[in-house]
């Protein structure tokens, strides 16, 4: 069978909406905001397959990976996970299959049983956290938080702004500014198009954002969505860091403006990188949404 797996397009919407809202998912990647605006990055393609939703992608020129198929628990999982493979083989590529949280290794293990073996992704954990502690943070834990958002408001003179059509423009050239001198880094400019998708399609694909103007300009802004009705995810967080505590405050702000009737926040994953591991544990995550990263037990 010849799959025909199309572009990720805005006209899309209604239709991955559709097949994401059968289940609450926690993991960062499954939303539509997020499929969309990385479609670029990670050469993302999907079909819908026996009711489900199939996402496919790339990273760089060799490396091929599969999300399991999405749709109603069971079902024909099976079968569209069969077609996603088929595919794959006829492509010559090997079958890797991404961001398996715990519930769906557990459905991929009671419907194929021993089909595939599971490896733990730990880099690519998502970070949750409880909306009230970034908001209020409380306590012992936060005490080093708390003196950096103080250092902040005795320094500077600062305004909170959503982002709307007021300030889009500004924060597009505010990314343009801090991307200068980064130019060679790949993972950065795939992040620069993901932020310029997310901006340049603000109200289509349902973002909220919240940015910080200090002395006459915006020096941090974030950008997030609804994940489920429990949870939120922020994609995108940039600051100024010659302000000192921007990063604190801008976190902070965005939460409490945007997300205080939302339990949880899904901060995404850290990547292996040590800096971005150190910053996401400080902020004390409630839990984790791990991942496994599945290869068929026989090729």
Partial sequence: MLVDFKEIELSDKPVIDHYLSMRYYENSEFSFSNFFIWRYGFNLRFAV???????????GESFNFIFPPLGKDGGNLERAFMKVIEFYKAQGYPIVVKCVTEPMRMLIEQVMPGFFRFERDPNNDDYVYRTDDLINLEGKKYH???????????????????IDDNNIEECIEVEIEWMKGREDNKSLQDEKVAIMEALNN????GLKGGALRIDGRIQAFSI???????MAVIHFEKANTEYHGSYAMINQQFAANCWKDVPYINREEDMGIPGLRKAKRSYHPVKMVIKYTAYPVKE
């Fill in 202 to 205: 603000f109200h289509e694909l």
């Fill in 49 to 59: 397959l026996d009711d489900h939703l199939c996402v496919i992608g790339r990273l």
């Fill in 144 to 162: 080093q938080k708390r003196n950096h958002i103080n250092k902040f408001l005795k320094n500077y003179e600062y305004t909170y702004e959503n």
């Fill in 224 to 230: 997030g969505d609804l994940l489920n009705p429990e």
